[in-house]
């Protein structure tokens, strides 16, 4: 991952997937989470099933 510029209280930059050897440049923090997550997803990793809390969840 490498962090371009920091504007608008967020990051841009690229990351970079290895196993996948795919590069792709990410507009916030949250679309790297998003790429990190579909990585995760494709590589089969067991914290791809990680759920995020919801208002919805209970504690």
């Known amino acids: 991952m490498r ?5 608008n209280a967020s ?3 690229e990351v970079q997937w290895l196993e996948g ?4 440049s990410f507009r916030s923090v949250l ?3 998003s790429l990190m997550q ?3 997803e ?3 990793s067991p914290e ?3 759920t995020l809390r919801t208002w919805e969840s209970p504690e």
């Open 3 to 7: 962090v371009l510029f920091r504007r």
């Open 11 to 13: 990051w841009q930059g």
């Open 21 to 24: 050897e795919k590069t792709k």
């Open 42 to 44: 494709a590589s089969g």
């Open 31 to 33: 679309e790297l989470i």
């Open 48 to 50: 791809a099933d990680y």
């Open 38 to 40: 579909e990585a995760m």
